[in-house]
């Protein structure tokens, strides 16, 4: 007898395959109650307006550190030594990669968990081109920013090869920082004169 929708609804990821891994599977099934639990919520009490998302960064005196905060959280950004400073952690550059790459990183697992597919292992490797002649005579062309930027997804999984691409190609929908890079942009910015009223 087929499987009714219902039953397909409460079908455990941890059973759609013989001898399944514990781990990541099991961390599926939380992440998908996670997920029903928030949709139920939002239709409960809509949200009435977007989520002010905001980050800040200060230069560490002596060191010129870049400690970047975000909520509670905190991020070391520094220069290599020939470069003034002490390799205490990524570039901006790599961290933007990082950014990517853990982005993917979620909405693959959102997704499989909304789509049922069970992975028992996930990694995204994300990699870009950055020339310092950028600029320079001769390479006036050449971008100044990370391009040609690439991922490769490294997936295990009972899932067939369909449904694997049906979660690829959910994931470039929904995941939000991938279309923020490849959608074009506004940013706005001003400059701040502490202890003075006028902006610059």
Excluded: W
């Amino acid at each position: 007898m087929a499987a009714t929708t219902n039953e397909k609804e409460t079908e455990p990821l941890l059973d759609t395959a013989p001898d399944p891994r514990p781990g990541l599977r099991e961390y599926l099934e939380v992440k998908r109650a996670a997920l029903l639990a928030r949709r139920e919520a939002q239709q409960t009490a809509p949200l009435t307006e977007p989520h002010k998302l905001r980050a800040r960064t200060t230069a560490e005196e002596r060191s010129g550190v870049r400690r970047i905060r975000i909520r509670h959280h905190q991020i070391l950004s520094d220069s290599p030594p020939d470069f003034a400073g002490y390799d205490l952690g990524p570039a901006s550059p790599e961290i933007q990669l990082g950014v990517l790459s853990s982005c993917l990183t979620h909405i693959f697992l959102i997704q499989a968990a909304d789509l049922r597919i069970p992975l028992d292992s996930l990694e995204v490797e994300v990699q870009a081109d950055q020339d310092p002649r950028a600029g320079q005579p001769g390479f006036e062309q050449v971008p100044i920013y990370p391009h040609n930027i690439s991922y490769t997804v490294h997936i295990t999984s009972p899932a067939g090869k369909e449904r694997i691409r049906e979660l690829h190609e959910t994931v470039e929908r929904k995941c939000p920082i991938y279309n923020l890079l490849v959608n074009p942009q506004s940013v706005t910015g001003r400059v701040v004169l502490t202890g003075s009223p006028e902006e610059i």
